[in-house]
């Protein structure tokens, strides 16, 4: 597969894509590919998804394999594809402006920084609710402060900006840090079954064996959700690309060691779930500390466990966060290079080679959000609701990525071959499933024709603001052209 600066590349193409490597060469080469495949299983493996896909029982493997067969497959080989024509700084943003247009490339920047900005504001409540866990029930009044979690916001946020503008020579041990707990957890959740089997506090463990399918509009939404919501999350690293050592190489490599493994850990761990619960009885929200409480308890010292996992699961979220939070204050930087943002956000630091300014309006709008969040903290439909919409401006950018190999890149000769296309459409109809149910609540709520208003208007009117932020900034940018040519 050649670099898109091959002799049969448009020359507007070329140029385009030597700006965005010399404004990269002033970054340090941080993230090798052992960096690279840490952080692809932190920010891809969520905790929850073992619960959700425990919920349909033996037939869960069926589902993980159709979800890697439709989706997983699918995201890994468009992602090595156009990582390896445009190995640039912004990853997809770049993909989908040179594979379309700028406007598309922008709203991908737009909703993907939407997505980040959502799911990292509530990293203060969260950091409250697992310490309240690892504390025992003497600490249950801390998630009732709203004192004790603004100031968890301040720190957990603070901390963010701190490591995103020393930038990834420190980063990187935090994600490497984080992404070493979740094999451990995970191990650990492996081992479980046949530790309690040997030592008969269970009678049977089949971790492979696969029961058919019932076909039904809950299992299609669990599909969706263990497709885009459990496997997404590849293309995320390449926004990095301007700051890896070989990036066209070592991210696509990082891909191929990594979605075999995470495919594992995924259906072994489901399995080890189902070990100790039965499907109606998985705790959706922690059901990995629902496992351990269950797997240790016939040693005796099960509070001690449940306390440690805590406490490394909070250690793990963090280390989360800083990959999500350190990749999205990149976007603005790189919109800037093109002048469809403000010049201020592409200073960098006098040391560190990071961009400061937009680390600090990243870091003061995700602490805004989640102190804004805190008036709604115990509405469940109010929390559903943002969750949902945060899912959705992520795979937004999604369906853009599966359709610059269908529909953009245009220009490029030759096209995208035919095997490439028909895969990149399985996964943007499975993106495309995810949205659509997504729009539906899974909770008890006044009304589900309110709830899918609310949400669609939600994405709607954010996604109108990004569009006229745009055509804003490029009727500045024409003028100051014009201008200069006079």
């Not at 193409?13 to 965005?20: D, G, I």
């Not at 191929?256 to 594992?264: D, G, R």
Request: glycine fraction near 8%.
């Amino acid at each position: 597969m050649e670099k898109i600066n091959s002799a049969d590349t448009p020359s507007e193409f070329r140029r385009a894509e030597e700006r965005v490597e010399e404004r990269s060469a002033v970054f340090k080469k941080q993230l090798g590919l052992p960096d690279l495949v840490l952080a692809q299983i932190l920010f891809i493996i969520g905790l929850a998804w073992v619960g959700v896909a425990g919920k349909l029982g033996p037939s869960h493997i069926v589902f993980w394999l159709l979800a890697v067969a439709l989706f997983y497959v699918p995201s890994a080989v468009v992602v090595i594809y156009l990582n390896r024509l445009m190995p640039l700084e912004g990853g997809l943003y770049q993909w989908a402006k040179l594979g379309f247009n700028e406007l598309v490339g922008f709203m991908v920047a737009w909703n993907l920084w939407l997505f980040v900005m959502l799911n990292t504001s509530e990293l203060g409540l969260q950091i409250t609710t697992y310490l309240s866990y690892a504390l025992g029930p003497q600490a249950a009044w801390l998630t009732e402060s709203k004192l004790f979690v603004t100031a968890a916001s301040f720190i957990g946020i603070g901390m963010l900006v701190l490591i995103s503008t020393r930038g990834l020579g420190l980063g990187k041990w935090v994600h490497n840090a984080g992404g070493v707990i979740m094999l451990l957890i995970f191990f650990t959740l492996l081992v479980l079954p046949l530790v309690n089997l040997a030592r008969g506090t269970i009678t049977e463990y089949h971790p492979l064996t696969p029961a058919l399918p019932v076909v039904s509009l809950f299992s299609l939404n669990i599909l969706g959700k263990l497709g885009f919501g459990a496997l997404g999350g590849f293309e995320y690293v390449a926004i990095l690309a301007g700051e890896c050592r070989s990036p066209a190489r070592s991210i696509g490599r990082s891909v191929m060691i990594a979605a075999p493994l995470i495919a594992l850990m995924f259906i072994m761990g489901t399995s080890s779930v189902l070990a100790f619960v039965r499907p109606e009885d998985i705790d959706l929200i922690g059901p990995i500390p629902q496992v351990l409480s269950l797997g240790f308890r016939s040693f005796g010292f099960v509070a001690y466990i449940v306390s440690l996992a805590i406490m490394l699961m909070l250690a793990l979220r963090f280390a989360q966060a800083s990959v999500t939070f350190t990749a999205i204050t990149r976007l603005p930087m790189v919109a800037g290079w093109d002048k469809l943002m403000p010049e201020w956000f592409t200073r960098l630091h006098a040391q560190h080679k990071t961009p400061i300014n937009s680390i600090f309006i990243a870091g003061a709008i995700t602490l805004g959000v989640g102190l804004v969040s805190l008036v709604g903290v115990g509405h469940q439909e109010a929390f559903q609701l943002l969750f949902n919409a945060g899912g959705i401006f992520y795979a937004l950018t999604y369906i853009v990525m599966f359709a610059i190999p269908i529909f953009g890149l245009q220009k490029l000769n030759p096209r995208p071959p035919a095997w490439l296309r028909l895969v990149a459409l399985s996964g943007f109809l499975m993106t495309l499933l995810y949205v659509s149910l997504s729009i539906f609540p899974i909770i008890q709520v006044t009304s589900n024709a309110a709830f899918t208003l609310k949400i669609t208007a939600v994405i709607v009117v954010a996604n109108v603001i990004g569009a006229a932020i745009f055509l804003v900034a490029g009727r500045r940018r024409r003028a100051r052209e014009s201008a200069q040519s006079v």
